[in-house]
């Protein structure tokens, strides 16, 4: 199923669910003004066909001690499928990397990072961004304040 051939119940379902993945199927169904039954089989049909990727918590990263976040443009010397699926492997092994996108500019991928302060930022550019496979150069963007973080 691709997302032109979800209706308006589909799509309200989902909607509910990422403001709040802990809604009890009676509320789920009464925010869609179905009865749970037919909720509970859209909802496997959803998770199913992979719309529905998984639930997760929201953390407080200032209270885990991940409140300083930068963005990192990356620039590889070498472009390549082979390179590239090195990098993406080998940035799969960073705990700090908390997102990673492949980009259409003038570098190649852009790196959300999380640390507890600008040194402990500062030893993961140099210790393990820096080293990864065929990065060639990196600028930061430090954030100073999230205005929305879903």
Same mark, same amino acid.
């Given at each position: ?51 529905? &990727?998984?639930?997760?918590?929201? $953390?407080? #990263? ?8 930068? /963005? !990192? ?49 500062? &030893?993961?550019?140099?210790?393990? $961004?820096? #080293? ?8 930061? /963007? !430090? ?8």
């Amino acid at each position: 199923m691709n997302s032109d051939r979800m209706d308006r119940i589909d799509r309200n379902i989902l909607d509910a669910l990422s403001r709040d993945a802990r809604l009890s199927m009676a509320e789920l169904a009464r925010r869609v003004g179905l009865s749970k039954t037919p909720v509970q089989a859209r909802l496997k049909r959803l998770e199913k066909e992979g719309f529905i &990727r998984g639930y997760a918590a929201i $953390i407080d #990263r200032e209270r885990m001690g991940e409140g300083h976040v930068a /963005f !990192v443009q990356v620039t590889l010397s070498d472009t390549r499928s082979d390179a590239l699926e090195a990098f993406n492997r080998a940035v799969l092994t960073v705990p700090e990397i908390d997102q990673c996108h492949m980009i259409a500019a003038s570098f190649d991928y852009l790196l959300k990072v999380r640390t507890r302060d600008i040194q402990a930022y500062r &030893r993961v550019l140099g210790e393990k $961004i820096s #080293r990864l496979p065929h990065v060639s150069h990196t600028s930061t /963007f !430090v954030a100073m304040e999230t205005v929305k973080d879903r």
